[in-house]
């Protein structure tokens, strides 16, 4: 199976051995689980009343990342009309699903609507994958947030240097050293090569 992922391209990624991928607690209703306050330092998704737990995956081996995605936003336009990129913001992806990206771009006037309607669905959003992470699980909430709106989605691979950069479930382009990875058609002018980013 390693070798056929590796021809096509695709990552291949070991199951957690010891992180329990899903937490016994239900919630049937999200107030129940906006309420709900862990402090283990997990992050924790509600998936249609289950609670779906993952380890924390802004590690700080990739604060740069994040740092070199924020201060790229800071050159575009988008940012000039108040856009913003932010860390691990609450989306629901459907009326049973709240997820978090690892980095949700937000326009000003999602920003100021939020106030009133809550969770936005980010046009643009990152996910940082890593070894804990089942691809299957990850491509399921690419499904989601295609579905709820999402434009453009980034998994970035940190330990392979590598960004997918998918524009719809099935159109990816992967982008390493030189190749450009691009936030386009959300954000036109958020361009960064892969050798830059993993720099």
């Known amino acids: 199976m390693e070798a056929a992922n590796a021809i096509l391209g695709k990552p291949t990624l070991e199951r957690p051995r010891s992180l329990p991928r ?18 283990d330092g997990f992050k924790y998704e509600w998936n249609n009343g289950i609670i779906e737990k993952s380890p924390k995956i802004i590690i700080p ?16 336009v988008a940012y000039s009309t108040g856009a913003q990129l932010f860390t691990e913001p609450g989306t629901m992806t459907s009326a049973t699903q709240l997820r978090i990206p690892d980095m949700g771009f937000y326009t000003q006037e999602q920003i100021q609507n939020a106030r009133k ?4 669905v980010p046009g643009f ?3 940082f994958v890593s070894d804990h992470d089942a691809y299957k699980k990850v491509l399921r909430k690419l499904d989601e947030y295609f579905q709820a709106g ?4 980034w998994l970035v691979f940190p330990e392979l240097e590598r960004v997918y950069v998918y524009t719809s479930p099935v159109d990816v382009m992967i982008c390493q050293g030189e ?3 691009s936030a386009a058609p959300v954000i036109d002018d958020f361009k960064i090569s892969a050798a830059d980013l993993f720099a």
Do not use: H, M
Not at 61 to 76: G, K, M, P, S
Not at 117 to 120: I, L, T, Y
């Open 22 to 39: 899903v937490r016994k607690e239900c919630f049937d209703t999200l107030e129940k689980f906006l309420r709900w306050k862990p402090e």
């Open 61 to 76: 081996a990739n604060f740069y990342i994040v740092q070199r995605l924020e201060r790229l936003v800071q050159t575009t």
């Open 117 to 120: 309607s809550g969770f936005p």
């Open 125 to 127: 959003a990152v996910e």
């Open 150 to 153: 999402t434009k453009v989605i």
């Open 179 to 181: 190749r450009v990875c």
